[in-house]
């Protein structure tokens, strides 16, 4: 629904800037809100406010003051990373002043249809995977969200006979008041990101909101093998569209007798999909569930599964060199991540881990380590790490400086047919300044093997 006229006239405090508040700060104004945007981040060393302020914004830098507050506000936008907690943010909900993210805008501007997908694991993925099977299916898919793109800055310039498929997190699902996707996905829960919202409970909340305003013309797809999904579900007066790997579901998407099905009908066998991981199966089911809704045709579903290899650096196949297989998986950066990864292959395998100490032991890693024949580690917690290996009974381990070396290190003890996993259980920052450039490294070290 295209509401810009919502914005006319209004006064809009715009918290924090980084690309979500610098877009919602231009779109704002460009339909006549006036706008005042604070940002923590000294003026001086702030490249997006000297924008701002150059082009006839009040820009104020340094803090957050409370003050603010005092003028005319009828709605704060919220950086979705700046916390409730955030002494401005907390006083603008004592003074019941609406505080939204710029998910709320999106919602309000789009001319588009949305998919919105959630969830604690597999966003990503799945936003991928839907936004591949709609393209060359009368659909003009267009991915946005978490996923990198501003999706109020989409939304804004969407086409009606376009559909907007959008990664959301629980952060943004937060300042939402009366967004609703067409359709609504929620892949999981699993506790995360607790330092923010306080509790499991209020997490879960956050990412409930996706169905909360849903109408009876719209779709749920959920998992129906998670129970804290179950219950979230029910908010939702739309139309309710399962997927499980454990069941038959018939109205919606499950596998049965080695193929995958959507509301009884087959649509590829599992031995065609090249995605590996029984977690990719729960964010397949998802995709298809959803991509069917917006009108997918089988075959490009069926081609995005035959070729889909994996989001960079989530379980994302590399090469094979000397029958060897490589993957990529440096957005595992914590244990819960590398248990998925490991479990997603039926043989032994080589594996590469290591980072930034939090201060956990890896004692939870045990189980999973039993299927790896040879770890090689780096980073701060090796130490730790090989205390675990040892404790799993793999004999074979190797202590490197960095990623780069244990490529050839991993490649050395292998034989043809292993997998050579990077799965590091660990954030990147003691070595890397993102888990992105760690995966490209270990990308280019696969490569230079050649």
């Known amino acids: 629904m295209n509401e810009m006229n919502a914005f006319q006239g209004k006064h809009v405090l715009v918290l924090g800037l980084a690309k ?102 597999g966003k990503t993925t799945t936003t991928t995977l839907i936004g591949e099977m709609l393209q060359n299916s009368g659909r003009e898919p267009v991915v946005a969200g978490n996923i990198g793109t501003v999706l109020s800055e989409v939304a804004d310039r969407s086409k009606a006979s376009e559909i907007i498929v959008a990664e959301l997190s629980s952060f943004q699902l937060m300042g939402t008041q009366a967004f609703a996707p067409k359709i609504a996905v929620l892949l999981n829960l699993f506790e995360a990101h607790l330092d923010y919202h306080g509790s499991f409970e209020d997490y879960a909340a956050a990412k409930g909101k996706i169905f909360g305003n849903q109408q009876e013309s719209d779709f749920a797809v959920y998992n129906q093998d998670d129970e804290a999904v179950l219950n979230l579900v029910l908010q939702s007066k739309g139309t309710k569209v399962p997927f499980s790997v454990k069941s038959e579901c018939p109205e919606g998407a499950y596998i049965k007798a080695g193929s995958l099905y959507f509301k009884g009908e087959e649509i590829i066998s599992l031995k065609e999909i090249v995605l590996p991981g ?91 380590l039993k299927q790896v024949k040879t770890i090689v580690l780096f980073g701060q917690t090796a130490p730790k790490l090989e205390r675990a290996a040892k404790a799993a009974g793999i004999e074979d381990i190797k202590l490197v400086d960095n990623v780069e070396e244990a490529v050839p290190a991993a490649y050395q003890s292998s034989a043809e047919g292993d997998v050579i996993l990077l799965s590091p259980a660990c954030a990147s920052w003691d070595q890397f300044k993102t888990f992105e450039q760690r995966g490209d490294i270990f990308i280019n070290s696969v490569h230079k093997l050649k």
């Open 20 to 121: 979500s508040g610098f877009a919602a700060a231009k779109l704002l104004k460009s339909y006549g809100a006036q706008v005042v945007v604070n940002d923590r981040t000294p003026f001086e060393e702030n490249e997006q406010a000297k924008v701002l302020s150059n082009e006839g914004y009040e820009v104020i830098c340094g803090e957050h003051p409370l003050s603010l507050l005092d003028r005319p506000t009828d709605f704060v936008v919220k950086n979705p990373g700046i916390p409730y907690s955030n002494p401005i943010v907390s006083e603008a909900v004592k003074r019941e002043i609406p505080v939204i993210t710029e998910v709320e805008i999106a919602g309000l501007v789009s001319r588009a249809e949305m998919i919105g997908i959630t969830g604690s694991n």
């Open 278 to 368: 029984q977690h990719n199966l729960e964010n397949i089911l998802a995709a298809v569930a959803a991509s069917k809704l917006a009108g997918a045709k089988n075959e490009q579903i069926q081609k995005t599964l035959k070729t889909f290899t994996g989001v960079k650096h989530r379980l994302q196949y590399v090469d094979t060199i000397q029958g060897r297989k490589f993957y990529n998986d440096s957005k595992a950066t914590n244990i819960l991540a590398t248990q998925k990864a490991i479990s997603a292959f039926g043989q032994k395998i080589i594996l590469l881990a290591g980072g930034l100490d939090r201060g956990n032991e890896f004692d939870d890693l045990v189980p999973q």
